[in-house]
């Protein structure tokens, strides 16, 4: 069934084909190829997954969202926290904001954040960075506002007004739909399909009373025919849903991120089992039970527009590729959700907020000086206050950076994609991204920071999972299995000496490994982007990817276990040290610091 609807004037150009028109939910159905339109499996999410368990559609669905009830003003606190937002878009918005503010050393706990809000804005926080006292260091403030177009606002953290406590709650728009289904699709050497979909509930990984985030793993399974005889890559969904907006963020990884094991022992678990190199003939993702899929980014990633796979709306991300061993690729999708019985100007609203997250995200930025008060920023504070031109010099880097030609599907988005290269450039005490954009209040710098830091993911040292023990016999040179000596090959060895699959990599043939990504060697190794980008968004996935490389920093620098048990060049001991800090300071993982210290004290000194 094809229904459509008066849409938006700016997404009357977006191809597409709904699965909910004047509320009605699909249930799951057989879906075809793209080119065969032939049956096959369907599947995805019911009653329990990501949206599923809503009351059927009917009543008054009410406003959508908002702000709701103004919360308090408080009182000043003593040490000036503020903040700025800016609405670049020509959108009007309404927004929840997460907006991470700094604290000082020996300041407050977790329990005192019950206590603090934005003033004027009921407020919830998710700690998520601490002192060594074990006081916050950095927190992220959650809440909802409204920004005309082109608007800036300052906002102050006051104490004495009652936080937002208590359990997530999805947006009533949102509940109405009760038959979301997304997921992925992947094509093999030979056209073969394989899809997975996010179902049940998924792992819990952030939750307040405004926001939750979930993660879904999955591997995809052919549709039809035997195909290569196992799964065939994986999806990893990280799903964040509003209580004050309509929507759902579907933060999609395509992955050939298996951890592997060089004995498996029978297991049926598909982690176990690593794929290597692996073409992709077509690669979409799949949505349908929402009012509008809508993907971020969709010009600068290379986002085909949406056809119909079966009841599917299908975005194709990539055509005629390869995903390398250990590569992944993040991308995100918003699904927006609008009843039938809506009013126009809630329609309206809604509608308008998802063009402004599209065409301009917004970011909230802490002012230089309440970082330069806290010391907050990074692992030693900063930074100084910059020259007097700062801003011009920070809007002409943004500038300089998004009118280039490095995005598409495997572009460096202007980061160094060979990691050794010479002089250490993704290295620094704090990223020069975060550090100009707090020299010069440039939020659109924070975009920059965004987008290197998600590239990221196509580096080849993904393995899902990863969890390396201090003893074990295993190196990780450059995030993947070193093969050359004996020990722990997590399967790669095995693969390499007889290779199962050998007619599913031809597209990987004579090209570069990982499309001329590479992993860190000991002397360039680096956590500086994802650790920044994390300080300022609270990012899910990025947050995983700092303890995987907490992991394979261990599985590099080894205590007692190849040429690495000896002591390395000063940059390199120094780059991983100031990587383990890091790791642990996002993380809180004890055995990583436990590690560090180890390392210091049994083969540094």
């Known amino acids: 069934m094809t229904c459509t609807k008066n849409a938006h004037p700016s997404l009357r150009a977006w191809p597409r084909h709904l699965a909910v028109c004047a509320a009605l939910a699909f249930g799951a159905c057989g879906v075809g190829t793209e080119e065969d339109g032939g049956a ?36 000043p606190r003593e040490v000036g926290l503020d903040f700025t937002v800016e609405n670049d878009s020509t959108f009007a918005r309404t927004e929840t904001i997460r907006a991470s503010v700094p604290f000082p050393r020996g ?23 601490f002192w060594p006292d074990g006081r916050v260091k950095l927190a992220q403030a959650q809440f909802t506002d409204q920004l005309a177009p082109s608007e800036a606002k300052q906002y102050l953290v006051a104490r004495d007004e009652a936080a937002l406590t208590g359990a997530f709650e999805r947006n009533p728009w949102v509940t109405q739909f009760g038959d979301l289904q997304f997921g992925a699709e992947v094509r093999d050497t030979f056209q073969v399909p394989y899809r997975s979909f996010a179902t049940g509930t998924g792992e819990l990984l952030q939750t307040s009373p405004l926001v939750e985030t979930r993660r879904y793993r999955t591997y995809h399974e052919a549709v039809s025919g035997p195909g290569i005889g196992r799964d065939y890559l994986t999806s990893t969904y990280y799903v964040t849903e509003f209580r004050d907006m309509p929507y759902v963020f579907v933060d999609w990884v395509l992955g050939n991120d298996y951890l592997g094991a060089d004995d498996p022992a029978g297991s049926a678990d598909p982690n176990l089992y690593a794929l290597g190199d692996a073409d992709v003939r077509a690669a979409y993702f799949l949505c349908k039970g929402a009012t509008e899929c809508m993907p971020y980014r969709q010009a600068t990633e290379n986002i085909q527009p949406a056809t119909a796979l079966g009841d599917y709306d299908g975005f194709k991300v990539m055509q ?34 998802a063009d402004a997250i599209l065409q301009k995200p917004m970011y909230a930025l802490a002012s230089h000086s309440a970082w330069e008060q806290t010391a907050a920023a990074g692992l030693v504070g900063g930074p100084l206050e910059g020259p007097s031109d700062s801003k011009s010099r920070a809007t002409s880097e943004y500038n300089s950076w998004a009118g280039s030609s490095w995005f598409g599907t ?59 023990g201090a003893e074990q016999p295993i190196l990780l040179y450059t995030g993947l299995p070193f093969q ?40 360039h190794f680096t956590v500086d982007l994802l650790f920044d980008y994390w300080t300022i968004s609270g990012d899910a996935w990025a947050l995983e990817e700092i303890r995987q490389l907490g992991q394979s920093v261990k599985g590099l620098l080894r205590l007692n276990y190849s040429v690495m ?18 790791v642990y300071q996002a993380t809180q993982d004890e055995s990583i610091k436990d590690y560090a210290m180890r390392r210091v004290n049994e083969v540094v000194e």
């Open 40 to 75: 096959g499996g369907g599947g995805g999410t019911t009653s329990g997954g990501p949206t599923g368990g809503g009351p059927e559609p009917g009543g008054d669905p009410g406003a959508g969202g908002g702000p709701g009830a103004p919360g308090g003003t408080g009182n």
């Open 107 to 129: 300041g407050y706990t977790t329990a005192d954040l019950d206590n603090m809000v934005v003033s004027g804005h009921q407020t919830a926080w998710m700690p998520m960075q």
């Open 320 to 353: 005629d590729t390869y995903l390398s061993d250990g590569q992944t690729r993040r991308y995100r999708f918003v699904l927006r959700f609008e009843p039938s019985g809506a009013a126009q100007a809630d329609k309206d609203r809604w509608r308008d907020t």
């Open 410 to 468: 495997f572009g460096g988005r202007g980061d160094a994609t060979w990691s050794a290269t010479t002089g250490t450039p993704r290295n620094h005490p704090l990223s020069p991204e975060l550090a100009h954009a707090i020299q010069g209040q440039h939020h659109r710098l924070l975009e920059k920071l965004e987008q290197k830091a998600w590239i990221q993911s196509v580096r080849p040292y993904h393995l899902y999972g990863l969890e390396v």
């Open 484 to 523: 050359v000596i004996a020990g722990e090959h997590l399967g790669r060895k095995t693969l390499h000496d007889n290779d199962p699959y050998p007619a599913y990599r031809t597209l990987s043939a004579n090209q570069p490994t990982a499309h001329g990504w590479s992993g860190y060697d000991h002397e």
């Open 565 to 582: 048990q000896y002591v390395q060049p000063t940059r390199a001991e120094g780059w991983v040290m100031q990587a383990f800090a890091q």
